[in-house]
């Protein structure tokens, strides 16, 4: 236990020091919610009608922008090796590692997501509704992408490949985030349906997604 | 069992049985094909373009039942990391995807006439898609972990992941009501489809299926004399390395 709490404070000092880039999430987030109204056009009520579908495809996409770095750097300089051969089971090591690594990467999104709302046009409640469904389903998408993560570790050019395996499994989460955030707004379904189911896939990614991702470490070497 | 999981006992095996799979995945197609385009009947409300149903639904069981193939062998890798099962997953994968592609685009062709667009964001659709995806991505895999061993397992673990697609699939005209009709040859209390349309889809269902198995055993072959390929050309390379080394204790 207390290795594990020690692993946890690794990935954060280690992400907030040179080379960690813990923030790089949020820039990129930002650039894209930017870019969108560029794409789509100014018009204030198509973005507040798009705006929580934009913010979530923006959270997915920087998500898996940093997704890369989950067990690349630790493969390089064979702390992974280490972690290994440790006593504390692979798979609560992977857990520990999607943890922390939500914590500076997806934390921050949902931190930011009323901010950036606010640039979408979104309101009151939309604006919160939006900001509470990022943070029940980012957790899933962090666990999803581990296995993608996991799964091209040892490959030299995985970023492109990673994406293409990890995208397809990130639909559901995609579908019930979008529709709790706009429920938030008003619409005919109650908010709490897509929520709670929101929040069963991040607990199921979680209980499961760490087996298969230290399934895959071990099989790399 | 384990006899048959001898590479070379089913190199053998799998010589003698394909010409006859291939001769009878041959005549059932041609029968199917003839009972499509001959005997079944028009539809009352479809016209001639229900006939798409024999080429469109038996695809679309073979894209699950490709997977489902590929699952048991990613469990063969996974527990018995048998070669046998590498070149199984392996081989399904493409053939997969050949079908789901198939089944989309049928689907897309006869969803023109009947539903007024090439594409609606239905379940059954989406869900299929996203098969298709999981499909390409795990080719993807294969194509780029060079070592066949490394390739199996990280494919294995994938497609296990994918699994909780395919009840999803089956499942989905049934939890979510769109578009797509629901399930009419599969399902309790018998199949909803008359007797002279379900005989020219069942027997396309087995000519198709027929010919996925003669498909799948020809790479599965095909797999295993490229990995001997490749381990010879090792060993050769090796030979000539060491051919060509000079003579160490000469100059001592």
Not at chain 1, 84 to 97: F, I, Y
Not at chain 1, 189 to 211: D, E, K, R, Y
Not at chain 2, 212 to 234: D, G, K, P, T
């Amino acid at each position: 236990m207390r290795a594990l709490a020690a692993l946890f404070r690794r990935e954060l000092r280690l992400s907030n020091r040179a080379g960690g880039g813990g923030a790089m999430g949020v820039v990129f987030f930002l650039i894209l919610v930017t870019i969108t109204p560029f794409a789509i056009g100014p018009d204030l009520n198509l973005l507040a009608r798009i705006g929580p579908a934009i913010l979530w495809i923006a959270a997915l996409l920087s998500t898996l922008l940093g997704l890369d770095r989950l067990f690349m750097s630790d493969h390089e300089d064979g702390s992974l090796d280490l972690l290994e051969m440790s006593d504390a089971p692979m798979e609560l090591v992977v857990l520990v590692k999607c943890l922390a690594h939500w914590a500076v990467t997806g934390l921050p999104l949902v931190v930011a997501t009323p901010l950036f709302g606010l640039m979408l046009a979104l309101e009151g409640d939309a604006l919160w509704g939006v900001a509470a469904s990022l943070a029940a389903g980012t957790p899933a998408l962090t666990f999803i992408g581990a296995i993608g993560a996991a799964l091209t570790v040892s490959l030299r050019r995985g970023g492109l490949l990673m994406a293409i395996l990890v995208l397809p499994f990130t639909v559901p989460v995609l579908i019930f985030g979008v529709s709790a955030a706009s429920a938030a707004s008003g619409g005919t379904v109650p908010f709490l349906t897509p929520f709670l189911i929101l929040c069963a896939l991040s607990l199921g990614s979680m209980a499961l997604a760490p087996f298969a991702a230290a399934a895959a470490l071990r099989s790399g070497d | 069992m384990l006899k048959y999981a001898n590479p070379t006992y089913f190199l053998r095996l799998t010589a003698a049985v394909l010409p006859w799979l291939w001769g009878a995945a041959g005549l059932t197609l041609g029968l199917g094909l003839y009972m499509t385009f001959a005997v079944a009947p028009a539809d009352y409300q479809q016209g001639e373009t229900v006939r798409i149903m024999y080429i469109h639904v038996p695809a679309a069981w073979l894209s699950m039942f490709a997977y489902t193939v590929m699952t048991l062998s990613a469990l063969g890798t996974l527990v018995w990391r048998h070669p046998l099962a590498d070149a199984s997953q392996q081989a399904a994968a493409p053939l997969g995807a050949g079908f789901t592609f198939i089944c989309l685009v049928t689907g897309s062709l006869w969803g023109k006439p009947m539903w007024g667009t090439w594409w609606v964001w239905d379940a059954r659709l989406t869900s299929v898609l996203v098969l298709f995806l999981i499909y390409l991505g795990l080719i993807a895999l294969w194509n780029t972990i060079e070592e066949p061993l490394k390739a199996a397992r990280a494919a294995a673990i994938l497609t296990l992941v994918g699994v909780v697609n395919i009840p999803i699939i089956k499942f989905s005209v049934d939890w979510w009501n769109t578009l797509h009709q629901p399930a009419s040859v599969l399902r309790m209390g018998g199949p909803a489809i008359h007797p002279t349309m379900l005989w020219p889809l069942l027997v396309m269902a087995l000519g198709a299926s027929l010919l996925f198995v003669c498909l799948h055993l020809m790479a599965i072959r095909n797999e295993i004399l490229r990995r001997r390929l490749r381990r010879l050309s090792y060993l050769a390379a090796e030979a000539a390395d060491h051919g060509l080394e000079p003579p160490v204790e000469a100059g001592a």
